[in-house]
């Protein structure tokens, strides 16, 4: 099992910037591949960016390529999210998911473990 807890939300400002951190438990934190994911009011979850165990490679959805960065630092459980650029419609509750497996890291349905979601509100 994992436990995952987001944080660092908040409001900010178009043009903005935020990091969120989410932390795990467990010993086995380096053999998960992590991602964030995002949900807008009367919308569907969407993938926001995933980093794989493996040599750390990133997968980032194309709206926020190039604007969001995600890391992770093994030695403390903890994957990051770096929003720069913020924009208005980035605004939703940001969840951090875990999956042991390596195919379709993109879909929703791909994670075991979520975390309970982080608000993210980017004002105009």
């Known amino acids: 099992q994992v436990q995952l807890v987001e944080s660092g939300g908040g409001l900010v400002q178009a043009g903005g910037s935020l990091r969120l951190s989410c932390a795990a438990s467990g010993r086995t934190f380096s053999t998960y591949a992590m991602a964030w994911f995002r949900q807008a009011p009367g919308k569907e979850r969407e993938f926001v960016a995933t980093?794989?165990?493996?040599?750390?490679?990133?997968l980032y959805s194309g709206s926020v390529k190039g604007r969001f960065t995600i890391s992770r630092d093994n030695a403390k459980n903890t994957v990051y999210l770096h929003m720069n650029s913020l924009k208005p419609e980035d605004t939703g509750v940001y969840y951090c998911?875990?999956?042991?497996?390596?195919?379709?890291?993109?879909?929703?349905?791909?994670?075991?473990?979520w975390g309970q979601g982080t608000q993210v509100t980017v004002s105009s």
């Open positions: 998911a875990a999956t042991n497996t390596s195919g379709g890291l993109a879909a929703a349905s791909a994670y075991s473990f």
């Open positions: 980093i794989i165990r493996s040599f750390s490679s990133t």
